[in-house]
């Protein structure tokens, strides 16, 4: 009955600013780190329905509790002339509904953290892929085990969503219907000078219908991922190996086991925000050895006493690229399982062989409402390779066209949100082909737009 209730309460969410609310967690893609616990201090949740079922102590001394939550998402993304492995592009225009309830039973040190997904998908041309829907599943379900001072070490074993530093490499890939999950163990030690994560898991491939989603046996991943509290910021070091059965490149294909090594620092000093990382890749892929390379950067600088409060960002990305098709190398660079919005919040094509350039600017006219604009540049890193979608996807081969410029692009955003629980985003943008895409047949322009509306409690 409290679920029912909870559900029939989310019509009341826009009658209650944000300004009214008690301190609580910021719901967040990662579910099973929110700390609800605040909630058992009498009076909390009086300003909010919804908190009042969001926590329920099952022992008189709270050592055993129950935390509830959903999302509720509607998304509608339209293409005109969207660039595919084809010539030509598609326009297309479609839909995408997903439902994320979960539940978060505590047992003392014990834990089980169950979230379904449902998700849809209405309008996909030519059909709906892995990404768009996956029927009634899944999404997370596993037990965790708390041990040490303060739980300081915990184990965690199951389904459930990854994300590693920026999410360059390991990402819940939230921006699309279906996000990411992985079947495997993860072990997490905190310590005096930072945190360390160590987990062996293999991806979990999204079926059609409900209840088949299963873990795909030709990947895997393991990882050791530590990070740093200094006095100039914080740094992130870490290795990430991958296995893959069926791995296509345009030089190269068949299976592959790769070695990542990442170094990463970032920090907010004043209004002055940045995050730079270097990373490196070897390994094999068939008779061929992989040596490939990525340097990401992000630097913005906010001025808070400026009308409007703008913040000005400046990104610059290179992923290697392959060098030859006929020599024993593979350098194009992996993102491995990467974010799902990298570029932005809609861009055509992924951090594979890439050179980008990107300059933006985000003004706040109102406490809850952002806008921003965005203008990027993209080159392939070698003339030899081709271009790739955000997943990795072979979109255009190298074999066809000589000219490094693959396109700019210009995009509009917008965020709003008008209480605790309820958010409204929307973009627009149009990507210009540049050379190489002129010279290999495709010459229009991409327009996209994106809408989005998510009530999460």
Same mark, same amino acid.
């Given at each position: 009955m409290r679920w029912i209730e909870g559900l029939c309460l989310t019509g009341l969410l826009h009658t209650l600013p944000a300004a009214a609310q008690d301190p609580l967690p910021t719901p967040t893609t990662l579910r099973y780190d929110e700390d609800w616990s605040v909630l058992a201090a009498s009076g909390i949740a009086a300003h909010d329905p919804l908190d009042a079922i969001k926590y329920t102590p099952l022992t008189d001394d709270g050592a055993i509790y129950l935390v509830i939550g959903a999302e509720l998402r509607s998304r509608y993304e339209g293409y005109a002339n969207n660039l595919t492995s084809e010539e030509?592009?598609?326009?297309?225009?479609?839909?995408?509904?997903?439902?994320?309830?979960?539940?978060?039973? @505590?047992?003392?040190?014990?834990?089980?953290?169950?979230?379904?997904?449902? !998700?849809?998908?209405?309008?996909?041309?030519?059909?709906?892929?892995?990404?768009?829907?996956?029927?009634?599943?899944?999404?997370?379900?596993?037990?965790?085990?708390?041990?040490?001072?303060?739980?300081?070490?915990?184990? &965690?074993?199951?389904? $459930?969503?990854?994300?590693?530093? +920026?999410?360059?490499?390991?990402g819940t890939r939230y921006g699309?219907?279906?996000p990411r999950a992985f079947d495997g163990v993860r072990f997490d030690a905190s310590y005096g000078i930072g945190k360390l994560s160590v987990l062996w898991a293999q991806p979990v491939a999204p079926g059609p @219908?409900?209840?088949?989603?299963?873990?795909?046996?030709?990947?895997?991943?393991?990882?050791?991922?530590?990070?740093?509290?200094?006095?100039?910021?914080?740094?992130?070091?870490?290795?990430?190996?991958?296995?893959?059965?069926? !791995?296509?490149?345009?030089?190269?294909?068949?299976?592959?086991?790769?070695?990542?090594?990442?170094?990463?620092?970032?920090?907010? &000093?004043?209004?002055?925000?940045?995050?730079?990382?270097?990373?490196?890749?070897?390994?094999?892929?068939?008779?061929?050895?992989?040596?490939?390379?990525?340097?990401? +950067?992000?630097? +913005? &600088?906010?001025?808070?006493?400026?009308?409007?409060?703008?913040?000005?960002?400046?990104?610059?990305?290179?992923?290697?690229?392959?060098?030859?098709?006929?020599?024993?190398?593979?350098?194009?660079?992996?993102?491995?399982?990467?974010?799902? $919005?990298?570029?932005g919040e809609l861009t055509p094509i992924g951090p594979y062989n890439m050179i980008n350039a990107h300059l933006g600017a985000n003004l706040q006219p109102l406490p809850d409402l952002a806008i921003g604009v965005a203008a990027s540049d993209y080159w392939r890193h070698r003339r030899a390779d081709g271009i790739y979608s955000v997943p990795g996807g072979l979109l255009r081969s190298g074999d066809?066209?000589?000219?490094? @410029?693959?396109?700019?692009?210009?995009?509009?955003?917008?965020?709003? $949100?008008?209480?605790? @629980?309820?958010?409204?985003?929307?973009?627009? +943008?149009?990507f210009w082909p540049g050379r190489f895409l002129n010279e290999t047949g495709f010459s229009r322009n991409i327009d996209m737009i994106a809408i989005e509306v998510t009530h999460k409690f």
């Open positions: 030509t592009g598609l326009d297309d225009g479609y839909l995408w509904v997903r439902s994320l309830p979960y539940a978060d039973l @505590h047992v003392g040190r014990a834990r089980f953290f169950a979230q379904p997904i449902a !998700a849809y998908a209405f309008g996909v041309k030519p059909e709906a892929g892995p990404v768009d829907r996956t029927g009634l599943d899944l999404l997370q379900g596993f037990a965790e085990v708390g041990m040490g001072a303060e739980d300081r070490f915990v184990i &965690r074993a199951g389904r $459930q969503l990854v994300s590693l530093g +920026s999410e360059r490499l390991v699309p219907n279906v @219908h409900d209840f088949d989603d299963r873990a795909n046996k030709t990947r895997s991943i393991w990882a050791a991922y530590a990070t740093l509290n200094l006095s100039a910021g914080k740094a992130d070091i870490y290795y990430i190996g991958t296995r893959n059965d069926a !791995a296509v490149w345009n030089s190269a294909q068949g299976e592959e086991k790769r070695q990542t090594f990442g170094l990463r620092t970032f920090a907010t &000093r004043g209004n002055w925000r940045w995050n730079v990382e270097a990373i490196g890749q070897i390994g094999q892929i068939g008779e061929d050895r992989v040596r490939a390379w990525s340097i990401a +950067s992000n630097v +913005s &600088r906010t001025f808070p006493k400026a009308p409007l409060t703008p913040t000005i960002d400046a990104k610059f990305n290179i992923a290697s690229g392959d060098r030859s098709r006929d020599d024993s190398t593979l350098g194009t660079f992996d993102a491995l399982y990467p974010k799902g $919005q990298y570029f066809l066209g000589t000219a490094r @410029h693959v396109g700019s692009q210009l995009e509009l955003t917008m965020d709003w $949100q008008p209480t605790r @629980h309820v958010e409204v985003s929307a973009s627009a +943008s149009t």
